[in-house]
């Protein structure tokens, strides 16, 4: 079998994700679908973290729409988050994966509260950790909050899941049908272009931290084991664009030094 290019991963799964073809709440098949995907990479032995999104139960527009203060309706996303890990831990669990939830807010009687160290010996254990209510604080999306715990846990790489989108391109392919996909971009590039795959925060923090993320068709089974064996899979967004996917951060730095 051939080996993980990737000791550590951070997937950011929306919560549009799990709706299935509903336009609200959660399919159940979706979810079993989801685990099966997540446990065939753990089985490699990747070390997993996720950070789950809460669009299938709550959205800020709907709170906008109800004339809800911005901190308040983002409050009730949170909270919305923790509801998807906690249902994605339980399907987990059924398939002996063990598994933990950490919550940006404090919960105990429900889950961990998000500790760093504890969440990376978790990992170091083989356990997936599941990271809910995003940082904790309004006005602040999980697309930042993922890219905030792949650089706290040290992740490799961080999986952007997208559903019905195959990568990054140049123009909206749901919208224009001749927009070209793209395979790798750097930061740089990304920012300067105004393409919207994650939030600025986010990709500041990526590039900052020199934490790689691949966009992804998360509709396409097997991405996730695909990607961590070293496919090259949607598209690759990072500083050194010339270590494709096979990369890990080590064998970039003797790369470097061999250069």
Not at 51 to 66: A, L, M, P
Not at 77 to 83: E, N
Not at 188 to 217: H, T, W, Y
Not at 236 to 245: I, K, M, R, S, T
Request: charged share 25%; net charge positive; proline share 3%.
């Amino acid at each position: 079998m051939t080996a993980p290019k990737f000791k550590r991963i951070l997937l950011k799964l929306s919560g549009e994700a799990l709706v299935g073809e509903a336009h609200f709440g959660i399919d159940p098949n979706i979810v079993n679908r989801i685990a099966e995907e997540i446990l065939n990479a753990h089985k490699l032995g990747v070390q997993i973290a996720i950070v789950v999104g809460g669009g299938n139960i709550f959205r800020g527009e709907q709170g906008r729409q109800w004339g809800m203060d911005k901190a308040g309706s983002d409050y009730v996303g949170m909270l919305a988050t923790i509801m998807n890990c906690l249902i994605l831990q339980e399907v987990l669990k059924t398939k002996g994966c063990e598994t933990r939830v950490q919550t940006a807010i404090a919960m105990p009687a429900i889950a961990e509260p998000f500790i760093r160290l504890k969440a990376i010996r978790h990992l170091e254990k083989g356990r997936v950790v599941i990271f809910g209510g995003g940082t904790g604080n309004p006005h602040v999306t999980t697309d930042t909050a993922a890219a905030l715990r792949a650089a706290e846990i040290k992740a490799d790489v961080l999986l952007m899941a997208k559903n019905n989108v195959d990568g990054v391109y140049d123009d909206d392919p749901r919208k224009n049908s001749n927009a070209k996909k793209i395979n790798k971009i750097s930061f740089e590039q990304l920012i300067r272009q105004g393409l919207k795959v994650m939030d600025p925060a986010g990709v500041s923090i990526c590039q900052q931290n020199n934490i790689p993320f691949v966009v992804f068709d998360f509709a396409k089974s097997g991405g996730i084991e695909r990607i961590v064996l070293g496919e090259k899979v949607g598209t690759l967004v990072g500083a050194n664009l010339d270590l494709e996917f096979a990369s890990t951060k080590v064998e970039a730095k003797n790369k470097i030094e061999a250069k």
